[in-house]
Antibody, heavy 121, light 110 residues
Framework: EVQLVESGGGLVQPGRSLRLSCAAS????????MHWVRQAPGKGLEWVSG????????GYADSVKARFTISRDNAKNSLYLQMNSLRPEDTALYYC??????????????WGQGTLVTVSS | QSALTQPASVSGSPGQSITISCTGS?????????VSWYQQHPGKVPKFMIY???KRPSGVSNRFSGSKSGNTASLTISGLQAEDEADYYC??????????FGGGTKLTVL
């Protein structure tokens, strides 16, 4: 059974940093691209970042470019999101998501339960 | 990276068919057959419903179908049922390892 379990969320002040982690199990992690997708309270889905199976291709939404960094450790079956210079508008539930393919395609077949990030003073 | 455009809401009666549109541009929907659709019930995790424009993952009802013409993709739900009431999101590959979602459509089953 595919499982994606996010951690690392919490309350953080504006301008500070936070690192999210996602532990994957139940599939060959290094055969799939991965994404972070967020959802602000009461709002729609927003794609944040994606990374190919071997970290060779990475993309970011304009809203987080230069502030967030996605990475993965295939030996540890883990996905990460380093979030710097956090803003109140980054407040959201952050989902770890698997892509069906090796590359960043957008066919998001499995989703974690999410970890909540709240940016507030 | 502009969000794909979806109607804020659609509605239909049980048994009817409805279609949700998703309009992008020649940089995303128009360039790639990598459009997917997601269903989200309140407080739940999004569910993968359609991929690569018109393919259904295993376990998804054949009442759900997808299509694309030019820069606009569409999700059609036939034989509307009460449990179909949910929010629906489209998503497209936008090149250079980026992806874009639509703003979401609230489906109400009357």
């Amino acid at each position: 059974e595919v499982q994606l379990v996010e951690s690392g969320g919490g309350l953080v002040q504006p301008g500070r940093s936070l690192r999210l982690s996602c532990a994957a199990s139940g599939f060959s992690f290094d055969d799939y691209a991965m994404h972070w997708v967020r959802q602000a309270p009461g709002k729609g889905l927003e794609w944040v970042s994606g990374i190919s199976w071997n970290s060779g291709s990475i993309g970011y939404a304009d809203s987080v470019k230069a502030r967030f960094t996605i990475s993965r450790d295939n030996a540890k079956n883990s996905l990460y999101l380093q979030m710097n210079s956090l803003r109140p508008e980054d407040t959201a539930l952050y989902y770890c998501v698997r892509d069906m393919g090796y590359g960043v395609q957008g066919n998001c077949d499995y989703w974690g339960q999410g970890t909540l990030v709240t940016v507030s003073s | 990276q502009s969000a794909l455009t979806q109607p804020a809401s659609v509605s239909g009666s049980p048994g009817q068919s409805i279609t949700i549109s998703c309009t992008g541009s020649s940089s995303d929907v128009g360039s790639y057959d990598l459009v997917s659709w997601y269903q989200q019930h309140p407080g739940k995790v999004p569910k993968f419903m359609i991929y690569e424009v018109n393919k259904r993952p295993s376990g998804v009802s054949n009442r759900f179908s997808g299509s694309k013409s030019g820069n606009t993709a569409s999700l059609t739900i036939s034989g509307l049922q009460a449990e179909d009431e949910a929010d629906y999101y489209c998503c497209s590959n936008a090149g250079y390892s980026t992806v874009v979602f639509g703003g979401g459509t609230k489906l109400t089953v009357l």
